[in-house]
């Protein structure tokens, strides 16, 4: 079955734009969440959805924010974006938030480049 | 909060030959997961191991192997016969029962180099 889709792959924006990164789950899992990596900070939870509801969020400011639809694709907006936020955005499905369900598919993520 | 730390940023072994990752943690939960995950130049996440906390025995998957120690926060991964594909990033996350299996704290990596 097909893996966990992110789009675009590459992104380049300027300062002070605002940008959308989708995510398609696997076929059946409804629990996405994303993450943002840098090489100074690492992996950093930025929040999950499960069944159209944000379940979880991280420490990141009010410009992250995101959704999901009713088929469980989820889309992420960052706006009035930094240099800061440059990053590769990861996506991460699962079955449902239920921890017997303990593996996390990734997708191959979303470079984000601010200039 | 959970704080994972990996405090080797880079590592090398030899083809054929084990190396092992540090990763130590620290939570007041008592019920958690603990996962190895590795990140080859193509950036696909991909699930090496997973251990749960209330298992004593270490988890083994082929070539892979940890040393949970619960009591001192400890959870290391060793790979044996090293293969030039194990070249990557790898990533000790740690996951809290309650907040479930989406929600992952990552420590910052380990660059490990396979050499032939």
């Known amino acids: 079955k097909a893996g966990v889709t992110q789009t675009p792959r590459y992104l380049i924006k300027t300062r002070g734009q605002q940008v959308t990164l989708s995510c398609s789950p696997i076929?059946?899992?409804?629990?996405v969440s994303w993450y943002q990596q840098t090489p100074g900070q690492g992996l950093q939870f930025l929040f999950e959805?499960?069944?159209?509801?944000?379940?979880n969020k991280g420490n990141f400011p009010g410009r992250f924010s995101g959704r999901q639809f009713s088929n469980s694709r989820s889309e992420m907006n960052v706006s009035t974006l930094e240099l800061g936020d440059s990053a590769l955005y990861l996506c991460?499905?699962?079955?449902?938030?239920?921890?017997?369900?303990?593996?996390?598919?990734f997708g191959q993520g979303t470079r984000l480049t601010v200039v | 909060a959970q704080t994972v730390t990996q405090s080797q940023p880079e590592m090398s072994v030899q083809e054929a030959e084990t190396v092992t990752l540090s990763c130590t943690y620290d939570?007041?939960?008592?019920?958690?997961?603990l996962f190895w995950y590795k990140q080859p130049p193509s950036r696909q996440m991909i699930l090496v191991i997973r251990?749960?906390?209330?298992?004593?025995q270490n988890a083994t998957e082929n070539r892979f192997s940890v040393n949970f120690q619960k009591a001192a926060k400890s959870f290391s991964l060793k790979i044996s016969d090293s293969q030039l594909g194990d070249t990557a990033m790898y990533f000790c996350?740690?996951?809290?029962?309650?907040?479930?299996?989406?929600?992952?704290?990552f420590g910052t990596g380990t660059r490990l180099t396979v050499i032939p």
């Open positions: 959805y499960f069944s159209e509801t944000q379940r």
């Open positions: 996350a740690f996951m809290n029962f309650l907040t479930g299996a989406n929600n992952l704290f």
């Open positions: 939570t007041s939960e008592n019920n958690y997961y």
């Open positions: 991460a499905s699962s079955l449902t938030p239920e921890t017997v369900n303990t593996e996390a598919f």
């Open positions: 076929s059946g899992h409804r629990s």
């Open positions: 251990q749960e906390a209330y298992k004593q």
